[in-house]
């Protein structure tokens, strides 16, 4: 609805009364918003009501806090902005989270609506029928990207075979609407709702080739990467630190080689309910510094725990680390010598599936060759085949592949298929050279190439996604620079880091992807 530029048909400050019925209005909209929330965001000497008219050309209403839009209310529809949802807790809306892939971002922002393929949650399961607005975040942002409204019910969905136009687009990060505003990046992590989310989600990045550990042993790597956190790596300068932000950058860089360190597999399950041990201890001292937001504040480094440690096989560790780093950043030097990894399409095997893999168990990886083998066994075994060569569903498959209410005896072979793999986990398999195969429950990661005008008509090119192929931006946007003799910059975005062409280069990005061996499966173009 923003992606392209609105007319403001006028802007004024809120008289007392107006202020009053706009609060009165949120509350009947958002019934579990407190009054004082409402009462900070439209504090009474900067609330302000923007008229405008859209490129479509409906007429709506914006509430701001001084330029800030915090409200929309488009064709009878009220909803909050992105950057409402970045500053107050979003379960107040009480709408319907929809997460989706990252790679669907780069397609909303070129006004498309989205559709049911992209999304990643259960979101049959997951709507909320008080509501028609969801917020949408995206698998590696735990913050708000765009606001929808819902175009299908809980049946409509479960009808649909997992295809159609699900949510409308009404406003999202980097629109018009929040260019009107203080053009806010998006927060990388929400410190207050999602530390212990944040912790367990970094810990999942580990690689498959870790040693395999039991609780117990989990426990004990957990204490000495703590130890040797607090006793090599922390400073005094460093302090007061985030419970979040202590695990990502001295946990994990405690861990030694050959070893991740994964909260969720110890005894405490959650970072805040060890670092309150600790605490009792008198080893560090905590503090809640925000509503949810708890941090370490001092370290007793005289501790006895901390002088009777013996750091020194961690160091060994973490000097071994270094070297492979700077081995592998020294190829990132120039494009001429960077080889791209392998990716292959994979799944992960979820607990249901497991009566149909007898060998295998829950997490495994198998590339898509290897599920199929080991579905046609069980159903050669299991089951009889018809002579048009549909398959009679034993119980079991029956009970796994058949969708709500359906009563199916029969199905050919390739929905067999079809129905098995949207059962398992997609992940996909990276190997580097010389190094062990990583495996990430993710689709296929792809370098996304888009234009943008700006200013006086001019277009720039805009690529992301350069990261996950080991691709370093910076040497990138110099060989760019270097070769057309254009401008390019790198800066942040909601996926890590992108690169910012000056015009259109898409003709020239082809043909450096492929000399670089990029399949063209892992490019998406305007």
């Known amino acids: 609805m923003f992606c392209r530029s609105f007319k403001i048909k006028s802007c004024s400050q809120m008289k007392n009364t107006e202020r009053r019925n706009s609060i009165k209005l949120l509350q009947e909209e958002f019934p579990n918003l407190p009054d004082e929330v409402l009462l900070k965001l439209l504090p009474k000497n900067s609330s302000f009501s923007m008229k405008i008219t859209t490129h479509s050309g409906q007429r709506g209403n914006i509430v701001l806090e001084g330029k800030q839009p915090l409200f929309a209310q488009i064709e009878g529809i009220l909803y909050p902005t992105v950057y409402t949802c970045w500053t107050i807790d979003c379960t107040y809306f009480n709408c319907t989270k929809t997460v989706i892939i990252d790679n669907v971002f780069d397609y909303l922002s070129r006004g498309a609506d989205l559709m049911l393929p992209g999304v990643v949650n259960d979101l049959a399961n997951e709507i909320n029928p008080s509501s028609r607005i969801t917020l949408i975040y995206t698998v590696s942002s735990p913050s708000v990207i765009a606001i929808g409204q819902l175009l299908m019910t809980k049946d409509d969905i479960m009808r649909s075979n997992g295809k159609g136009r699900v949510v409308k687009i009404l406003h999202m990060y980097k629109d018009k609407l929040w260019e009107h505003g203080n053009c806010r990046k998006l927060p990388s992590h929400a410190e207050e709702d999602h530390e212990d989310s944040e912790s367990e989600s970094i810990a999942e990045e580990g690689n498959s080739s870790d040693v395999v550990l039991s609780s117990e042993e989990m426990d004990e790597l957990l204490e000495k990467c703590f130890l040797y956190a607090l006793k090599c790596l922390l400073k005094k300068s460093d302090l007061p630190i985030v419970f979040s932000t202590f695990y990502r950058k001295f946990i994990i860089e405690g861990s030694p080689l050959g070893s991740k360190c994964d909260i969720k597999k110890t005894s405490f399950k959650k970072l805040n309910k060890f670092l309150q ?88 990886f198998l590339s898509p060759s290897e599920a199929r083998s080991e579905i046609t066994s069980y159903v050669k075994r299991e089951c009889s085949i018809t002579e048009s060569h549909h398959v009679v569903l034993d119980p079991n498959l029956y009970k796994f592949l058949s969708k709500k209410n359906e009563n199916i005896d029969v199905l050919p072979w390739p929905e067999i298929f079809s129905r098995f793999f949207s059962k398992l986990t997609l992940a996909y398999s990276m190997q580097r050279e010389n190094e062990p195969i990583q495996y990430v429950k993710a689709s296929i990661p792809k370098i996304s190439i888009r234009i943008q005008r700006r200013g006086g008509n001019k277009k720039v090119t805009i690529v992301t996604g350069l990261d996950k192929f080991l691709l370093d931006p910076q040497v990138f946007a110099h060989e760019v620079q270097v070769t057309l003799s254009v401008s390019a910059s790198v800066s942040d975005c909601y996926v890590g880091k992108e690169v910012i062409i000056q015009g259109d280069q898409t003709e020239y990005l082809t043909m450096l992807f492929h000399k670089l061996h990029i399949p063209k499966n892992c490019l998406i173009f305007p």
């Open 277 to 364: 041990q600790k605490s009792s201890t008198a080893l560090i001292e905590i503090l809640e510094v925000k509503e949810g937001v708890n941090a370490i504040v001092s370290v007793d480094f005289k501790h006895e725990d901390i002088k009777s440690f013996n750091a020194q096989p961690f160091k060994d560790a973490i000097e071994k680390n270094e070297e492979i780093s700077k081995c592998a950043s020294s190829k990132l030097q120039s494009l001429d010598e960077y080889t791209p990894p392998t990716l292959s399409q994979m799944y992960c095997l979820t607990a249901d599936a497991l009566l149909f893999f007898s060998k295998y168990k829950k997490g495994d």
